[in-house]
T-cell receptor, first 114, second 112 residues
Framework: GAVVSQHPSWVICKSGTSVKIECRSL??????MFWYRQFPKQSLMLMATSNEGSKATYEQGVEKDKFLINHASLTLSTLTVTSAHPEDSSFYIC??????????FGPGTRLTVT | GEDVEQSLFLSVREGDSSVINCTYT??????LYWYKQEPGAGLQLLTYIFSNMDMKQDQRLTVLLNKKDKHLSLRIADTQTGDSAIYFCAVASSGGSYIPTFGRGTSLIVHP
C-alpha cells in the first residue's frame, strides 16, 4: 500500500518557539493532504485540508496564523506550529489523498511544549 | 454535519470473535471505513465498504452495513492479543467532499 511518512516522530520544544512538522507521500503523488490533531483517548480532529499549490482550507476554530500549512509539492506538506504553548501539546497526524477514496495516514508526530 | 458514534471499550477473550459497532447520521454516506490505531502510531486502514454493499469479508475481518439503520459493524474472527488497539469507524460522502468523519474510536482489549 501507499506510504506516508512524518518527521519528526516526536519533538519537545520550549514555549514561544516554532516547530515544523513534515508529511511526505513516499510512493505516490498526493493531490490533497490533511492535518489532524488527536488528544489522548479522543478521535481525530481535522485541522485543515492542504492542496498542492494553493492555500490550505482551515476548519472552523483552527487559527490559521498559528498553524501554518504549506503544500509546496505533490509529495510534501508541512505544518508549522508558531509560538507554541503547552496547550498545543498533542499528537499531530497527517494523511494523503491520491484522488481515490482512500486516505493514507502518517505515523504521527508527538509534540510536547514545555 | 455527520455524527459518527462508537462504543468506547470492548473486552474479549483470545480466540473469541469481536464485534465493534458504529452508527452514523448522514444517509448519503458513500464510503465507510475501519481504521486501526496502535499506541503511539498513526492510523492503518483495515478495510472499507461502499454504500451499495451489504457485506465485505477480508480474511478474519467481516464488515456489515445496514443502510436503513445507518449501522456499520466490524467483526474480527479468532481475536488475537495483537488485535488489541483502538478501532475507528469513519464515513465519507460527496457532500463532505469525501473527507471522512471519524468516530471516537473503540478500544479493544484482548485477554489471554
Amino acid at each position: 500500500g501507499a506510504v506516508v511518512s512524518q518527521h519528526p516522530s516526536w519533538v519537545i520544544c520550549k514555549s514561544g518557539t516554532s516547530v515544523k512538522i513534515e508529511c511526505r507521500s513516499l510512493d505516490f503523488q498526493a493531490t490533497t493532504m490533511f492535518w489532524y490533531r488527536q488528544f489522548p483517548k479522543q478521535s481525530l480532529m481535522l485541522m485543515a485540508t492542504s492542496n498542492e499549490g494553493s492555500k490550505a482550507t482551515y476548519e472552523q476554530g483552527v487559527e490559521k496564523d498559528k498553524f501554518l500549512i504549506n503544500h509546496a509539492s505533490l509529495t510534501l506538506s508541512t505544518l508549522t506550529v508558531t509560538s507554541a504553548h503547552p496547550e498545543d501539546s498533542s499528537f499531530y497526524i497527517c494523511s494523503a489523498h491520491s484522488g481515490g477514496y482512500e486516505q493514507y495516514f502518517g505515523p504521527g508526530t508527538r509534540l510536547t511544549v514545555t | 454535519g455527520e455524527d459518527v458514534e462508537q462504543s468506547l471499550f470492548l473486552s474479549v477473550r483470545e480466540g473469541d470473535s469481536s464485534v465493534i459497532n458504529c452508527t452514523y447520521t448522514d444517509s448519503s454516506s458513500t464510503y465507510l471505513y475501519w481504521y486501526k490505531q496502535e499506541p503511539g502510531a498513526g492510523l492503518q486502514l483495515l478495510t472499507y465498504i461502499f454504500s451499495n454493499m451489504d457485506m465485505k469479508q477480508d480474511q478474519r475481518l467481516t464488515v456489515l452495513l445496514n443502510k436503513k439503520d445507518k449501522h456499520l459493524s466490524l467483526r474480527i474472527a479468532d481475536t488475537q492479543t495483537g488485535d488489541s488497539a483502538i478501532y475507528f469507524c469513519a464515513v465519507a460522502s460527496s457532500g463532505g467532499s469525501y473527507i471522512p468523519t471519524f468516530g471516537r474510536g473503540t478500544s479493544l482489549i484482548v485477554h489471554p
